[in-house]
């Protein structure tokens, strides 16, 4: 049985809903690379757009990253979400981007005393 590592259904499920959420679709990339550590999807999109990605406080970038765990986990695969700047930088907006479900999530401050 041959497979092709740069297809799957995670980066076909990122490049379906970002294409959704952006005003220039056309300049979707999505690249996905396997290594040991799991799954790297790689998102590029134009530069009008990264506000749209990110969403506020990083929202927007956090909830399609926890989407893509959750059909990792279902086939067995670490999945990450990288995304670049137009100028070929990496985003970082504080996101965990390779933290556990939920981590950031937690309902109580009490973890911070």
Excluded: C, H, W
Excluded at 6 to 26: C, L, S
Excluded at 78 to 100: A, C, H, T, W, Y
């Amino acid at each position: 049985m041959d497979t092709d590592i740069t297809q799957g259904p995670d980066k076909d499920f990122v490049e379906y809903i970002v294409k959704q959420i952006v005003t220039r679709p056309e300049e979707v990339e999505v690249s996905r690379s396997v290594d040991e550590m799991g799954v790297l999807l790689t998102l590029k999109v134009a530069k009008e757009d990264m506000g749209r990605i990110i969403g506020k406080s990083g929202q927007t970038a956090k909830a399609i990253r926890i989407l893509i765990r959750i059909i990792g986990s279902k086939n067995n695969a670490r999945v990450n979400l990288k995304i670049m700047e137009p100028d070929g930088q990496e985003v970082s907006f504080g996101g965990d981007d390779f933290g556990d479900f939920g981590s950031e999530e937690s309902g109580s401050g009490s973890d911070m005393l």
